[in-house]
Nanobody, 122 residues
């Protein structure tokens, strides 16, 4: 059974930073691609960032480019999302996603985490 467990969400003031983590278990091999989505209240889920295992290529949404950094530790089967210069509009539930395909434009999730809340106060 594949599980993705996110952690690191919380409340932060605008301009602050948070680092999200997503640990994968139950996969015989680390997913070919992993990424992050977010969903704010009454809004559609937004594709935020992703990274490919094979070459480390990354994708970022324009809304987070230059502020967020995705990284992965293959040995720990964990990915991270470093979020800097946070804005109130970054407030959302952030979901980790894993894909068996090494495609990130866009990523095609096969598995999802349960989500972690990020709240940015103004």
């Amino acid at each position: 059974q594949v599980q993705l467990v996110e952690s690191g969400g919380g409340l932060v003031q605008a301009g602050g930073s948070l680092r999200l983590s997503c640990a994968a278990s139950g996969l015989t091999a680390f997913a070919s691609a992993m990424g992050w989505f977010r969903q704010a209240p009454e809004k559609e889920r937004e594709y935020v960032a992703a990274t490919r295992k094979i070459d480390g290529v990354t994708y970022y949404a324009d809304s987070v480019k230059g502020r967020f950094t995705i990284s992965r530790d293959n040995a720990k089967k964990t990915i991270y999302l470093q979020m800097n210069s946070l804005r109130p509009e970054d407030t959302a539930v952030y979901y980790c996603a894993a894909s068996r395909a090494d495609v990130i434009h866009p990523i095609r999730p096969n598995y999802w985490g349960q989500g972690t809340q990020v709240t940015v106060s103004s």
